[in-house]
């Protein structure tokens, strides 16, 4: 596989990932990640899409209860950096975007792989570097 052929295969998961979240589809958006994926989030850490999907699914009830959704991820500034051994390590920015407009923002910082359909994250590193004034996840 060429860099290049790895660059857009690791974009597009990425981008699938904002899709998937924004759209609801988490049992799709679990399975992004390796049978022993981690998702990390702060000082918390899901490993393997079941963990992650439970993660996200307590998510998607949070966030409907603070009334935040429709919500959609804006993603910038992505940088995938192929790796000797085949993986990718990826570098990108976001924006998370509720009803009552900017909540919070940060960096993704991951580790992809190749798998048997497509690139999945073997570790996706969640950095919130901000919170809006009255963000209702700011803790």
Same mark, same amino acid.
């Given at each position: 596989?060429?860099?290049?052929? =790895?660059? @857009? +295969?690791?974009?597009?998961?990425?981008?699938?990932?904002?899709?998937?979240?924004?759209?609801?589809?988490?049992?799709?958006?679990?399975?992004?990640?390796?049978?022993? +994926? @981690?998702?990390? =989030? +702060?000082?918390?850490? %899901?490993v393997g899409p079941e963990a992650v999907l &439970?993660? !996200?699914?307590?998510?998607?009830?949070?966030?409907?209860?603070?009334? !935040?959704?429709?919500?959609?991820?804006?993603? $910038?500034? =992505?940088? @995938?950096?192929?790796?000797?051994?085949? $993986?990718?390590?990826?570098?990108?920015?976001f924006q998370f975007i509720g009803t009552r407009?900017?909540?919070?923002? &940060?960096?993704?910082?991951?580790?992809?792989?190749?798998?048997?359909? &497509? %690139?999945?994250?073997?570790?996706?590193?969640? @950095?919130?570097?901000?919170?809006?004034? +009255? $963000?209702?996840?700011?803790?």
């Amino acid at each position: 596989m060429t860099e290049d052929e =790895i660059r @857009v +295969g690791v974009t597009h998961l990425l981008t699938s990932y904002q899709y998937l979240a924004d759209t609801g589809k988490v049992e799709r958006l679990a399975q992004l990640f390796a049978p022993d +994926g @981690v998702l990390e =989030i +702060g000082d918390e850490r %899901w490993v393997g899409p079941e963990a992650v999907l &439970g993660m !996200f699914r307590d998510t998607a009830g949070r966030f409907a209860e603070a009334d !935040f959704l429709p919500a959609r991820h804006h993603l $910038s500034s =992505i940088y @995938v950096e192929p790796q000797p051994d085949g $993986s990718a390590k990826t570098y990108a920015c976001f924006q998370f975007i509720g009803t009552r407009g900017l909540d919070h923002w &940060g960096t993704y910082r991951d580790k992809a792989v190749p798998g048997p359909d &497509g %690139w999945l994250f073997a570790l996706r590193r969640v @950095v919130t570097e901000g919170f809006a004034p +009255g $963000s209702r996840l700011a803790r």
